[in-house]
């Protein structure tokens, strides 16, 4: 079983769509995260949530809202995309928020 | 955002030990120094972490300068699946949490 799953792996869409992608931990972890990977391969913490709880929030346009349902899914949904969202949105929990992270293997978002 | 300094690729022969640098010369008391590297067409997988002492685990050592201005990751005896980008992170404590700010990391090629 896969540790934490994201949906889906790949997404193309138009700009000013609407779109959401889904993560899911099966490892029983109370913090999830989520990060951009651009195209110069640069990773960047989005958000980040300890059980259900919002703890960190990065300087991200608001058309950026994640939403825990439960402490073991951190769904990330953006709104009215732009050409500039196209990159690696990738999933991560961890026990507590000072312990090592567990990533998903990413959804490549591309816009177009 | 990224606080520590590596070299932006290095090379390696399958089999031969590899010494991949970090530089953080404004690391403060608390932090610690983490390792992670990414897979090509993967998400970041944690590697090793250490505050003060040399650490050692299944994966590879990490040695950390007296001063703690300096760490080295080491692999004993690098194989073709170490072939990856390395990121050597300081974990910045934040509201209560902490967060992983990455930087650009050493992309690693190991030669057959």
């Known amino acids: 079983d896969t540790a934490v799953s994201q949906t889906p792996k790949y997404l193309v869409t138009q700009m000013g769509n609407d779109k959401s992608i889904k993560c899911e931990q099966n490892?029983?972890?109370?913090?999830m995260y989520w990060y951009k990977q651009d195209s110069k391969k640069f990773l960047k913490i989005m958000f980040s949530?300890?059980?259900?709880?919002?703890?960190i929030n990065e300087t991200v346009p608001n058309r950026f809202s994640p939403k825990s349902p439960d402490k073991a899914h951190l769904n990330l949904h953006i709104n009215s995309l732009e050409l500039g969202d196209s990159a690696v949105y990738f999933c991560?929990?961890?026990?507590?928020?000072?312990?090592?992270?567990?990533f998903g293997s990413g959804t490549q978002l591309s816009v177009l | 955002d990224a606080k520590t300094t590596q070299p932006n690729s290095m090379e390696s022969n399958e089999e031969e030990p590899v010494h991949l640098p970090c530089n953080h010369s404004t690391i403060s008391g608390t932090d610690y120094i983490h390792w992670y590297r990414q897979l090509p067409s993967q998400g970041p997988e944690y590697v090793i972490h250490g505050l003060t002492s040399n650490v050692n685990n299944r994966m590879a050592s990490l040695a950390i300068a007296e001063d703690r201005k300096s760490s080295t990751l080491i692999l004993h005896r690098a194989t073709l699946r170490d072939a990856a980008v390395y990121y050597c992170?300081?974990?910045?404590?934040?509201?209560?949490?902490?967060?992983?700010?990455f930087g650009k990391g050493t992309k690693l090629t190991v030669n057959p």
């Open positions: 949530y300890n059980n259900k709880e919002l703890i």
């Open positions: 490892l029983g972890h109370d913090t």
């Open positions: 992170i300081l974990r910045e404590p934040q509201g209560g949490s902490e967060k992983l700010v």
């Open positions: 991560a929990s961890s026990p507590t928020s000072v312990e090592k992270l567990f």
